[in-house]
């Protein structure tokens, strides 16, 4: 079974930057369609940026401009920064291993205003 592990979440003043990673228990090429997502508390699970099979990349609105999705051969990367207040949550990252779907356990972000 594929795992996903993130890690660089943290606290952080708003302004500032992070550098979130998303690490594969395998061959990290053998990912398709690589998403970063995030839940605050009280709120639902949303979708923040995304890079599709063939290469596209899409950002959530409130995010767009600031944030930046990208991948290597050995990473998933989500590049934050002019971190807002709004931007605290539980990032996750996501993706396809065939036709099954994988989660990653969660890093918490914390932007302190």
């Known amino acids: 079974q594929v795992q996903l592990v993130e890690s660089g979440g943290g606290l952080v003043q708003a302004g500032g930057s992070l550098r979130l990673s998303c690490a594969a228990s395998?061959?990290?090429?053998?990912?398709?369609?690589i998403a970063w997502y995030r839940q605050a508390p009280g709120k639902e699970r949303e979708l923040v940026a995304g890079i599709g099979v063939r290469g596209g990349k899409n950002y959530a609105d409130s995010v767009k401009g600031r944030f930046t999705v990208s991948r290597d051969n050995t990473k998933f990367y989500l590049q934050m920064n002019m971190l807002k207040p709004e931007d605290t949550a539980v990032y996750y990252c996501?993706?396809?291993?065939?036709?099954?779907?994988?989660w990653g356990q969660g890093t918490q972000v914390t932007v302190s205003s």
């Open positions: 996501h993706g396809n291993y065939g036709r099954v779907g994988i």
């Open positions: 395998r061959n990290i090429n053998s990912i398709s369609d």
